[in-house]
């Protein structure tokens, strides 16, 4: 069974820096969807970025970045220039390519601090 | 992006009763839907897989006759909550993909927090 893994509860960051948020997964299958959602205070899920384990460049969406080690089987989500609405709960998420269930870690709750 | 529209917000009701909770895809056919439950601070948990036209694929520990799923159409699936107990109180999200768009991720519907008093 695929397992996913935030090993960070809470993290804080000051407005403009840039902040990491660590996600590690375990799975036995070679193609797989890893995500970053974030949950802000409204509970309402976002995806913040996406990552197809087939491709070698990690993703980009503006100030979200990641870095995606598929031998280490590490996933870790990048934020720069941190601002105040990025204050949230942060879940990483992994799918197979087969199934379409979601399995998630335990989240990161994310404070940008002014 | 896809639109996962969810019904109510929120909702109280008494021990004892039934809470139904609605699941909407509004631009996109969903064969598939998913029912969350997520406490304070938690990730989310995985309650059952919802099927169009046939029996709902419960996870290990979920009461089938306690949460009631139906997804009769390819736009609505339903969570029931039977004979609520203040236990059962927590926020209930569901989510579904859009399979003929090639995009991998799920979306979500905003979630429903419901209390049991």
């Known amino acids: 069974a695929q397992t996913v893994t935030q090993s960070q509860p809470e993290m804080s960051v000051q407005e403009a820096e840039t902040v990491t948020l660590s996600c590690t997964y375990d799975t036995s299958e070679s193609d797989y969807y890893l995500f970053w959602y974030k949950q802000p205070p409204s509970r309402q899920m976002i995806l913040v970025i996406r990552q197809e384990a087939y491709k070698q460049q990690n993703a980009t969406e503006n100030r979200f970045s990641v870095n995606f080690q598929k031998a280490a089987k590490s996933f870790s989500l990048k934020i720069s220039d941190s601002q105040l609405g990025d204050a949230a709960m942060y879940f990483c998420?992994?799918?197979?390519?087969?199934?379409?269930?979601?399995?998630f870690g335990e989240g990161t709750q994310l404070t940008v601090n002014p | 992006g896809a639109v996962v529209s969810q019904h109510p917000s929120r909702v109280i009701c008494k021990s004892g009763t039934s809470v139904k909770i609605e699941c909407r895809s509004l631009d996109f056919q969903a064969t598939t839907m998913f029912w969350y439950r997520q406490f304070p601070k938690q990730s989310l948990m995985l309650m059952a897989t919802s099927n169009e036209g046939s029996k709902a694929t419960y996870e290990q520990g979920v009461e089938k006759d306690k949460f009631l799923i139906n997804h009769a159409s390819l736009t609505l699936s339903t969570l029931t909550v039977t004979s609520a107990h203040p236990e059962d109180s927590s926020f209930y999200i569901c989510?579904?993909?859009?399979?003929?768009?090639?995009?991998?991720?799920?979306?979500f519907g905003q979630g429903t927090r419901l209390t049991v008093v």
């Open positions: 998420a992994y799918r197979g390519t087969s199934g379409s269930r979601l399995t």
């Open positions: 989510s579904a993909r859009v399979l003929d768009r090639g995009t991998p991720e799920a979306f």
